[in-house]
């Protein structure tokens, strides 16, 4: 059975990027939608990118790279690279409190 689904408040700059993925793959929008969320079911995530033994899990590693790659540069800001530092780190907070 399918149920309608309503989405709310869905960016601009998203729906045309579905938009766009749907034409390219000659799919409607909703077809694209659902596509891409059985795909996001498909592979479950992962907690950590080490094995059970401790050893890093070489593919886990290898989609966080490919994941970074893919959002490398399409960060926008109005503020400067130095304001926008500053703004970091005066957005940090303590953290909880640790025993060693």
Do not use: C
Request: charged share 30%.
């Amino acid at each position: 059975m399918s149920v309608s689904l309503t989405v709310k408040s869905l960016p601009e700059n998203l729906l045309e990027e579905l938009r766009s993925a749907a034409d390219a793959a000659h799919r409607s929008l909703n077809k694209e939608v659902i596509h891409r969320l059985e795909r996001s079911f498909e592979m479950p995530m992962k907690a950590t990118m080490k094995t059970s033994t401790n050893e890093w899990d070489k593919s886990r590693v290898m989609e966080q790279v490919s994941a970074w790659e893919h959002l490398a540069g399409t960060w926008e800001s109005d503020l400067s690279l130095e304001a926008e530092i500053e703004a970091l780190y005066a957005a940090r907070t303590e953290g909880r409190k640790v025993e060693l």
